[in-house]
Protein backbone atom coordinates (compact mmCIF):
# COMPACT_ATOMS: atom_id res chain seq x y z
CA UNK A 1 0.00 0.00 0.00
CA UNK A 2 1.26 3.47 -1.17
CA UNK A 3 1.19 5.77 1.50
CA UNK A 4 2.43 9.80 1.34
CA UNK A 5 2.98 12.00 4.05
CA UNK A 6 3.42 16.22 3.04
CA UNK A 7 5.56 18.35 4.80
CA UNK A 8 6.66 22.10 4.52
CA UNK A 9 4.00 23.92 5.27
CA UNK A 10 3.71 27.42 7.27
CA UNK A 11 3.24 30.80 7.88
CA UNK A 12 4.72 33.24 5.09
CA UNK A 13 4.48 36.78 4.33
CA UNK A 14 3.41 37.66 1.14
CA UNK A 15 6.04 37.41 -1.24
CA UNK A 16 7.62 34.63 0.31
CA UNK A 17 8.58 30.97 -0.75
CA UNK A 18 7.86 27.51 0.82
CA UNK A 19 8.92 24.33 -0.49
CA UNK A 20 6.39 21.29 -0.29
CA UNK A 21 7.53 17.90 -0.02
CA UNK A 22 5.23 14.75 -0.61
CA UNK A 23 7.49 11.86 0.61
CA UNK A 24 6.05 8.01 -0.37
CA UNK A 25 6.81 5.08 1.35
CA UNK A 26 5.24 1.29 0.79
CA UNK A 27 6.22 1.65 -3.02
CA UNK A 28 8.25 3.38 -5.29
CA UNK A 29 6.68 6.59 -6.84
CA UNK A 30 8.55 6.16 -10.01
CA UNK A 31 5.33 4.40 -12.05
CA UNK A 32 2.74 6.79 -10.55
CA UNK A 33 1.60 10.53 -11.36
CA UNK A 34 2.06 12.83 -8.68
CA UNK A 35 -1.01 15.80 -8.32
CA UNK A 36 -1.07 18.62 -5.86
CA UNK A 37 -4.32 20.12 -5.39
CA UNK A 38 -5.57 22.26 -2.04
CA UNK A 39 -8.35 23.40 -0.14
CA UNK A 40 -9.17 26.55 1.25
CA UNK A 41 -11.79 26.98 4.19
CA UNK A 42 -15.18 27.09 2.51
CA UNK A 43 -13.88 26.56 -0.88
CA UNK A 44 -14.32 23.58 -2.54
CA UNK A 45 -11.30 21.28 -3.76
CA UNK A 46 -8.60 22.51 -6.88
CA UNK A 47 -5.62 20.74 -8.10
CA UNK A 48 -2.55 23.01 -8.63
CA UNK A 49 -0.23 21.43 -10.43
CA UNK A 50 0.85 17.56 -11.17
CA UNK A 51 4.06 15.82 -12.54
CA UNK A 52 3.38 12.45 -14.21
CA UNK A 53 5.65 9.19 -14.17
CA UNK A 54 7.63 10.49 -16.67
CA UNK A 55 8.32 13.76 -15.70
CA UNK A 56 5.81 15.62 -17.96
CA UNK A 57 3.68 18.44 -15.94
CA UNK A 58 0.37 19.82 -16.02
CA UNK A 59 -0.95 23.14 -14.71
CA UNK A 60 -4.72 22.92 -13.55
CA UNK A 61 -5.06 26.60 -12.61
CA UNK A 62 -3.73 29.41 -13.85
CA UNK A 63 -3.59 31.34 -10.57
CA UNK A 64 0.00 29.67 -10.20
CA UNK A 65 1.66 29.59 -13.64
CA UNK A 66 5.22 31.48 -12.85
CA UNK A 67 4.99 31.15 -9.63
CA UNK A 68 4.83 27.30 -8.74
CA UNK A 69 7.38 24.78 -9.81
CA UNK A 70 6.21 20.85 -8.95
CA UNK A 71 9.65 18.29 -9.43
CA UNK A 72 10.33 14.78 -8.72
CA UNK A 73 13.57 13.15 -7.18
CA UNK A 74 12.66 9.40 -7.60
CA UNK A 75 15.92 8.72 -5.84
CA UNK A 76 14.36 10.56 -2.69
CA UNK A 77 10.42 8.86 -3.55
CA UNK A 78 9.84 12.68 -2.88
CA UNK A 79 7.58 15.59 -5.50
CA UNK A 80 8.68 18.89 -4.57
CA UNK A 81 6.02 22.20 -4.55
CA UNK A 82 7.87 24.89 -4.60
CA UNK A 83 5.66 28.03 -3.59
CA UNK A 84 7.41 31.33 -4.55
CA UNK A 85 5.99 34.90 -4.41
CA UNK A 86 2.61 33.64 -2.14
CA UNK A 87 -0.17 35.58 -1.96
CA UNK A 88 -2.72 35.64 0.61
CA UNK A 89 -5.19 33.70 -1.57
CA UNK A 90 -2.72 31.10 -1.85
CA UNK A 91 -3.52 30.23 1.68
CA UNK A 92 -5.33 26.42 2.21
CA UNK A 93 -4.46 23.00 2.96
CA UNK A 94 -1.84 21.47 0.57
CA UNK A 95 -2.40 17.69 -0.66
CA UNK A 96 -0.40 15.45 -2.53
CA UNK A 97 -2.06 12.52 -4.33
CA UNK A 98 -0.87 9.36 -6.67
CA UNK A 99 -2.55 7.63 -9.64
CA UNK A 100 -0.77 5.44 -12.07
CA UNK A 101 0.99 7.11 -14.54
CA UNK A 102 -1.06 9.78 -15.58
CA UNK A 103 -2.23 13.34 -14.54
CA UNK A 104 -5.78 13.85 -14.38
CA UNK A 105 -8.70 15.47 -12.29
CA UNK A 106 -8.30 15.04 -8.27
CA UNK A 107 -11.22 12.85 -8.32
CA UNK A 108 -9.15 9.62 -10.43
CA UNK A 109 -6.48 9.88 -7.70
CA UNK A 110 -6.37 6.51 -5.62
CA UNK A 111 -3.93 7.38 -3.02
CA UNK A 112 -3.62 10.47 -0.99
CA UNK A 113 -1.99 12.55 1.98
CA UNK A 114 -3.18 14.15 4.91
CA UNK A 115 -2.02 17.44 4.11
CA UNK A 116 -0.29 20.66 4.71
CA UNK A 117 -1.40 23.79 6.00
CA UNK A 118 -0.28 26.92 4.32
CA UNK A 119 -0.60 30.23 5.36
CA UNK A 120 0.26 33.59 3.88
CA UNK A 121 -0.05 36.14 5.97
CA UNK A 122 1.54 39.66 6.99
Known amino acids: QLQLVESGGGLVQPGGSLRLSCAGS????????IGWFRQAPGKEREGVQC????????NYVDSVKGRFTISRDNAKNTVYLQLSSLKPEDTAVYYCAARSYFCAGYSHFDYWGQGTQVTVSS
Open 51 to 58: IDSSGGTT
Open 26 to 33: GRTLDYYA
